[in-house]
Structure formats: structure tokens, C-alpha cells
């Protein structure tokens, strides 16, 4: 099994400034810890593009996280901007992982529909956009948590997921 060396980041311009508690950004960290990943860092950063495109690909191009899943940004609002960084970063998409968490979550709420969340690989490192809400993130991440260690080994060039 691959080892997840994992960082959360929450895009909230509302938690960056400290007017709201960071529920969705806890409720992942625990996701991931409840899988065994490692957590290398949580980090709760505003909704501004390009310092958070500049984020992404710093952690991305880590040697030592191989997934990073954001939480937030991934609506309809004009600070919305997570896609947006994502895409600016990713050298591919992997857009089965997105388009799964829309289609299992739409059962749930048709708020699914307005997650403009993406998901891409850059530098051998898989990259996660979940929406800003604590129980969205547990129904998105449910539906991908399957393949998580998967796509990981993968990554890493390790099929078997004897990586680590």
C-alpha cells in the first residue's frame, strides 16, 4: 500500500482572517489520518488566484507530499478560484475523480451540481479539489477513498503500492 503524504489546504477567505472556525479543513485532516495518511501540513489560505496557484505548485513540487486536497473555493462566487488555481498547475487531469465525487454527492444534494471542483496530477503528486462544507468533504472524499492508495502508487511508479 502506498503511503499518503498528504496537505490540506483551506480556501476560505473567511478562515484566513479568523471570523470562522475551519471545520471542513478538520474534518479532512482527520479523513486522511483515519486512512493512515501522514499529514506534511494544513495551511488556510484567502480565495485570492494567483497566491494560491503559486501555493499549489510550490507543495506540489515537495519531494515529500504526493497529495494535496484542498477544501473551499469551488462554487459559483466570483472569489471562487480554486479550479482555476488547480488548472493553472496541473500537467494532467484526472477528471474520473471529479466527475465521480459530482455524481455520488448529486444523490445526496443537488448543491453537486454548482461544484466546480477539478482534480489533476502535477510533479507525481495528485492534487484534490473537495468543496468548502464539512459534510461535503466527507461524501466527496467517501466516493474517492477507494482508489486513493491506488492512484498514489501509481504516481509514484509503484503499481504494487509497495512504495515507502
Known amino acids: 500500500m502506498a503511503h499518503v503524504h498528504a496537505v490540506v489546504i483551506t480556501v476560505s477567505d473567511a478562515c484566513s482572517r479568523g471570523m470562522r472556525e475551519d471545520k471542513s479543513g478538520e474534518a479532512l485532516v482527520q479523513l486522511l489520518r483515519d486512512i493512515g495518511a501522514e499529514i506534511v501540513a494544513t495551511k488556510i489560505v484567502p480565495d485570492d488566484l494567483d497566491p494560491l496557484s503559486d501555493l499549489l505548485r510550490a507543495l506540489a513540487d515537495q519531494a515529500d507530499v504526493n497529495l494535496v486536497i484542498t477544501t473551499g473555493g469551488t462554487g459559483f462566487s466570483p472569489r471562487d478560484n ?43 503528486t495528485l492534487i484534490v479539489n473537495l468543496p468548502g462544507s464539512p459534510k461535503g468533504v466527507r461524501e466527496s472524499f467517501a466516493v474517492i477513498q477507494p482508489v486513493l492508495n491506488h492512484a498514489i502508487a501509481l504516481l509514484g511508479d509503484d503499481p504494487e503500492g509497495s512504495r515507502h
Request: aromatic share 0%.
Open 82 to 124: 480554486t479550479p482555476e488555481a488547480t488548472r493553472a498547475v496541473i500537467e494532467r487531469d484526472a477528471p474520473g475523480l471529479s466527475e465521480a465525487m459530482r455524481m455520488e454527492t448529486l444523490k445526496q444534494t443537488p448543491m453537486a451540481m454548482i461544484s466546480r471542483g477539478v482534480c489533476g496530477i502535477r510533479s507525481g
